[in-house]
Structures are given as C-alpha cells and as structure tokens.
C-alpha cells in the first residue's frame, strides 16, 4: 500500500507539516513518489512509516541535531542498508543514540564513531503496532443503501494515495464510485446505481424488442 500525506499524518501522529518539511530537508522523503510541485501528492511506503515513528520516537528524547548526526554516520558506515531508520533498531539514553548490530549483545554508538557497549533492545513493537494502525485505516465498511426501494450493498474502501473514499456495489459489477467523505461517497454510489440499473433496464427493453 501507498500512503498519502494526510493518511500518513494520521497513522504516524505527526502533523501534516512536519512530515513535509522532513521532506523538504531531505531527512526522510516518500519514496514512493516524491511531490513536484505545489499541490502534488506525496506517497510513502509502509518502511517510510517506519522511519518517521522512529525518529517521532527518538525526538522525544534526543535533539533533531543529533538524529541527523546518526543517520548521516550510519550511511557511511554500513552503505548496504538505504533506510538505517527503519532497518536497524534504536536506543537512546538522553546524549546519545546506540544502533543494534547483528550481535545482539553489541550496540554500535552512532554518535561516537562506532565505539561498542553492551545492552539489548528490541523495537518489534512499533512495526506491530503500525501494521494494525494500516489495517484499521484501510479495512474495508459496508453499508447498505436504497434505491427506489430496492436496497443494495455498498462496500466502502479508504484512498491512501488519493485521499477519500471509493466505493462499489458488488450486486452490480463494475459499479463503484468515490467521494472525499463517508457521506458523499455514499451518495455518490447510490446515484451510480441509479445509472447502472436505469441503463441496463434500458438494454433489456431493448434486447426484448429485437
């Protein structure tokens, strides 16, 4: 899945400008699609989620200066992993921020040029909790809907890129429309139905006559 700006914003908690100026200052840009533009759309990836949580996390107890500080080190020193905030796992004590290896019992201090200490941390939880954030945000509603008396089924899907909803109706198929809201997407499906039904009374009539 691909997020957008706003869906980002609510998944991660971080406000809308804050994630665009992480972007703007090439500390963690979408790399999904980058934004060309004014009023161009951002879309991140579920390891760019990761990333901000991290650095969400880390800010709440190290300065920015610093996590710039750690990231740019680790890029250099270990070239093979693109995203060291959503591939390595973090620990700060306030001063400094420790990077686990692949020896869990050695922490890599990114902030002293690789000297070693001794501890263990785990950061499973933020993935976890991030993949049920992402499955609440996306899960699919149903409703259902009436059209000149007849009711229909009306399955509702959240837009992570495109921002609002979409919307079919799986007793006809192909017929789904979208709206910015809950409401007008419902709206907007029940006219759509009206259209589907209108135009296939119209080539049955049609079909009966030949």
Same mark, same amino acid.
């Given at each position: 899945m691909n997020f957008n700006t706003a869906t980002v914003a609510k998944i991660t908690g971080l406000s809308k400008r804050q994630i665009g100026y992480w972007d703007s200052t090439d500390f963690i840009k979408p790399s999904v699609q980058e934004a060309t533009g004014y009023g161009s759309t951002r879309l991140y990836s579920f390891i760019d989620l990761v990333q901000l949580v991290v650095a969400k996390n880390l800010l709440q107890k190290?300065?920015?200066? +610093?996590i710039r500080k750690a990231v740019q080190y680790l890029k250099k020193a270990m070239p093979d992993i693109q995203k060291p905030l959503a591939n &390595?796992?973090?620990?700060?004590?306030g001063e400094t921020?420790?990077?686990i290896t692949e020896d869990? =019992?050695?922490?890599?201090? @990114?902030?002293?040029? *690789? =000297?070693?200490?001794? #501890?263990i941390v785990a950061l499973g939880e933020i993935v976890e909790d991030l993949k049920g954030k992402v499955e609440s945000i996306s899960s699919e509603r149903r409703y259902d809907v009436k059209v000149k008396g007849v009711k229909y089924s009306a399955v509702l899907h959240r837009?992570? /890129?495109? *921002? *609002?909803?979409?919307?079919e109706c799986p007793e006809l198929p192909g017929c789904a429309s979208q709206g910015d809201?809950?409401?007008e997407a419902l709206s907007m499906i029940r006219d759509a139905i009206q259209g589907y039904t209108a135009a +296939?009374? /119209? @080539?049955? @009539?049609i079909? #009966? @006559? &030949?």
């Open positions: 190290v300065s920015m200066q +610093k &390595l796992r973090f620990l700060t004590d921020i420790f990077v869990n =019992q050695k922490i890599l201090n @990114a902030l002293k040029n *690789g =000297q070693f200490v001794m #501890t837009d992570t /890129e495109d *921002g *609002g909803y979409w919307v809201t809950v409401e +296939k009374n /119209e @080539a049955d @009539a079909e #009966t @006559a &030949l």
